[in-house]
């Protein structure tokens, strides 16, 4: 069976929208109705300072608290991490994912990717590998009590690569 997960992206509130029909997945009112969802902590807290990253977060959610029955998948913001050098909190992201309720929660992962490159470097993938291991290191007992699944994410390019972050990060722990 193949799941589809929307994404909404951070200019969703911000779009002209001229229908009668909301421009939405969740509601009675949709474009059509569906019952997932995905959305990603480093996308809309991104250019934000920590603090305020956790309390827009925690808006964004309740923004959403009305949709009974979605399946929500809370995607960590790895990508953000990469790309805009951002530095989320491990912890925070734990405690915004279960606050949601979400069905889904991804770790807080640092993809070993350059942007526009085939090849990742040995040292750069070590280093990825290993603050993707200090997340969970840090974050994995505020899962404890947590309701959703809770998912690791696998690296690599090369079968090496798999296999190293497989052993490094997915399998010492219960994902």
Not at 81 to 86: E, K, S
Not at 130 to 139: F, Q, V
Not at 146 to 165: A, I, N, P, R, S
Request: aromatic content about 18%; some cysteine; hydrophobic content about 35%.
């Amino acid at each position: 069976m193949l799941i589809y997960v929307p994404v909404i992206a951070p200019n969703y509130l911000d779009l002209e929208w001229k229908s009668d029909k909301e421009m939405t997945w969740w509601t009675e009112k949709s474009i059509f109705k569906y019952d997932y969802l995905m959305l990603s902590y480093g996308i809309f807290t991104s250019d934000r300072k920590h603090s305020d990253r956790v309390n827009i977060a925690k808006a964004i959610d309740k923004f959403f608290e009305f949709r009974k029955g979605i399946k929500l998948f809370y995607d960590s913001g790895g990508w953000q991490v990469l790309t805009r050098n951002m530095d989320i909190n491990p912890i925070s992201l734990a405690e915004v994912q279960k606050s949601s309720h979400s069905y889904v929660a991804f770790i807080l992962d640092v993809p070993p990717i350059r942007q526009y490159q085939k090849k990742v470097d040995e040292y750069h993938f070590n280093r990825c590998l290993e603050k993707t291991k200090d997340n969970i290191e840090k974050a994995y007992r505020y899962y404890d009590d947590f309701d959703g699944k809770l998912y690791g994410v696998l690296h690599g390019l090369t079968e090496k690569q798999f296999e190293q972050w497989y052993n490094g990060a997915i399998e010492p722990y219960e994902f």
